[in-house]
C-alpha cells in the first residue's frame, strides 16, 4: 500500500518537520509499505506554499491511503490534503495499523 505522510510544516523549524516525516517514513517501510513523503515532493523548499501544494496533491492522488501526524488539524495544507483523500476515498488514519508514526 502506498501511503501519503500529511503533517505539519508551514512555521516549524524545517529539521525538525524532516525528522518527524522521515520518522514516519521508516515506520511505514517497516510495516512493509511504501512511504509518500512531500518533503521530498522535488521542489526547493524554498518554493511558494501553493506550488508545493500543487505538488504534494500529485502525489496523493496516486496512493492508496494517508496517515495524519501530529497537529494535522491545525495546518491548512494537511485540512486540503485528508479532503482529498476523502474525495478520491483513500483510507484515512491517524494511524494505521502496525505503523506507529
Keep these: 500500500m502506498k501511503i501519503y505522510i500529511s503533517g ?10 524532516t525528522e518527524e516525516f522521515a520518522r514516519a517514513e521508516e515506520a511505514i517501510r517497516a510495516a512493509g ?7 521530498k515532493n522535488g521542489l526547493d523548499p524554498a518554493a511558494e506554499w501553493i506550488d508545493h501544494m500543487e505538488a ?5 492522488q496516486d496512493c492508496d491511503a494517508i496517515v ?3 497537529g494535522w488539524e491545525s495546518s491548512n495544507g494537511c485540512r ?6 476523502a474525495l478520491l476515498r483513500l483510507l484515512i488514519a491517524p494511524r494505521i495499523e502496525g505503523i506507529n508514526c
Excluded: C, Y
Aim: proline residues 13%; aromatic residues 4%; charged residues 20%.
Design 56 to 60: 504534494d496533491l500529485w502525489l496523493l
Design 68 to 70: 495524519m501526524l501530529p
Design 8 to 17: 505539519p510544516i508551514t512555521g516549524r523549524v524545517i529539521e525538525e518537520a
Design 33 to 39: 509499505h511504501e512511504p509518500v513523503n512531500p518533503l
Design 80 to 85: 486540503i490534503e485528508v479532503s482529498v483523500a
